[in-house]
């Protein structure tokens, strides 16, 4: 049995034996809203302990615990992962084999066939062997790569994986998680009503934070920071637990509560649509003045300012924007409503998420899936493209195929762009490399010999090496 204090980090899965208090396993779960434990709930080892002391017997560590299974499923994601052949050794391959296939095949011509002497029938076979030189193809792919590289590296994208950043050109959809990719993983005040026209709203937010000041919660901080400079003192500060806080400001007894102490006073609530459409979007709390109800305070996370811009532009390239989150399904539907997503998955648990990812692949989708959290990592590995938030967990990071510095959804539209001009570039060179060869072999094989058109070995090392300069500047224009 272990005693966890206020602020610390739950050790290991078990179950709650003594004490009440509100748990963040928003890592984990990627639920932003802290859930509620007492006497015989489960609590997960990661998660952090907010407000209250409890006493847990652990019940599972080491191999069975709810983050070690996480690892397995990513490990079991990333085994089942198929490998492909590299595009430029395939065509190298082809093409060792054309040059010494027509090498061979221009001495016998000209030595068996046509009579000439054996000095004249090397030389046409070294003309055509050297033309022929796969060298310029095996720089095609790798300038192009080390350019992509290095500029996605400029602009806070680390590619980890390089056949994973060539597969997103292909990309149909993209797998959003909510929390911390497309909000900021933060709870923010959204919105204030007043019930008091005496009590306009930067009242009912100066009260509120008088009260919550004294309070640890991540509810308590968002009307705290809301506020700013608070105006007003409160004194016989207490906390009613479960069910909010109360205290004393300019002598009038105020009580910050949530709509269950309401329910269970029998306190009628004004503006029942409004406030219902502000549950279900986050977290409601509720202003009481000398028993008198004065306003409500709606909390939520905050989208990101990017999120939008991000989603109307992948869309605008034919990229269907979905969202898997494991929070509920009303703060889901609020947040892609807001978004204007394609679909959505609320409640999803964390082994569901890499399910949902595979039901997505089946409809013939390749998709990339975005997120930051612990409870992402069997999904990011499952995706045909595994993309992380930086500043997300280690485990999350190392599933992934791309890192985002920066957490900016819009970066994964850049990704996305990045990649199709690179696999361009790629082509481009290929053809290259190897084009111009379907004109310059038969000519260095003596195909015009009649005609007194003859390509000599020094030409031909010319004409190899012009390729490869053309194939070094092209990839250098993939800047431009």
């Known amino acids: 049995m272990v005693l966890i204090r206020p602020g610390e980090k739950v050790p290991a899965d078990g179950i709650v034996i003594e004490g009440k208090t509100y748990v963040n396993e928003s890592l984990l779960t990627g639920e932003s809203v802290p859930v509620k434990k007492e006497k015989g709930d489960e609590v997960i080892g990661g998660s952090i302990n907010i407000d209250g002391s409890i006493k847990v017997r652990v019940e599972k560590t080491g191999e069975e615990s709810f983050l070690s299974q996480v690892v397995k499923l990513v490990r079991e994601a990333q085994e089942s992962k198929s490998r492909t052949q590299d595009l430029a050794n395939r065509a190298a ?74 597969n997103a050109r292909k990309i149909d959809a993209v797998i959003f998680d909510k929390t911390g990719t497309l909000t900021e993983d933060k709870f923010g005040v959204s919105e204030v009503l007043s019930f008091d026209k005496k009590m306009p709203s930067h009242k009912i937010i100066q009260y509120a934070a008088a009260l919550e000041v004294n309070s640890e919660h991540p509810i308590a901080r968002a009307i705290v920071n809301k506020a700013g400079d608070i105006e007003e003192k409160a004194s016989m500060f207490r906390a009613i637990h479960g069910k909010g806080v109360e205290g004393v400001i300019d002598g009038k007894k105020v009580m910050i509560t949530s709509p269950n102490y309401l329910k269970e006073k029998g306190i009628n609530i004004p503006h029942k649509e409004s406030i219902n459409r502000m549950m279900e979007r986050g977290t409601v709390v509720f202003l009481i003045v000398d028993d008198v109800l004065k306003g409500v305070i709606s909390l939520s996370d905050r989208i990101r300012d990017e999120s939008k811009e991000a989603i109307k532009k992948l869309k605008e390239m034919g990229i269907k924007c979905i969202m898997i989150t494991g929070d509920n399904r009303h703060v889901a539907r609020w947040v892609a ?38 409870n992402d990592a069997p999904a990011l ?44 570039k790629m082509i481009q060179n290929l053809l290259w490399a190897t084009g111009y060869k379907t004109i310059t072999i038969p000519l260095a094989a003596g195909v015009l010999y009649s005609f007194g058109v003859l390509l000599s070995p020094a030409v031909g090392a010319v004409l190899m090496s012009l390729s490869t300069v053309i194939v070094a500047i092209n990839a250098r224009l993939l800047r431009i």
């Open 93 to 166: 391959k082809y093409l060792t084999i054309i040059a010494l296939g027509a090498g061979g095949l221009t001495f016998l011509v000209w030595e068996v066939f046509m009579r000439m002497d054996v000095a004249f029938s090397l030389e046409r076979t070294v003309t055509v062997m050297v033309i022929t030189c796969p060298h310029a193809l095996g720089l095609a792919v790798p300038l192009v790569v080390a350019v992509s590289t290095a500029l996605a590296a400029r602009f806070g994208v680390l590619i980890r994986d390089r056949m994973a950043f060539e």
């Open 337 to 374: 409503e807001e978004l204007g997503l394609d679909e959505y998955h609320a409640e999803v648990l964390p082994d569901k998420k890499a399910e949902k990812v595979q039901e997505i692949q089946k409809r013939g989708l390749v998709c990339a899936m975005v997120g930051d959290g612990v």
């Open 381 to 424: 590995a499952r995706a045909d493209v595994g993309i992380a938030i930086g500043a997300g967990t280690q485990v999350a990071i190392e599933s992934a195929d791309i890192v985002l510095v920066k957490n900016n959804p819009l970066d994964v539209v850049s990704i996305i762009k990045l990649s199709r001009k690179t696999y361009t």
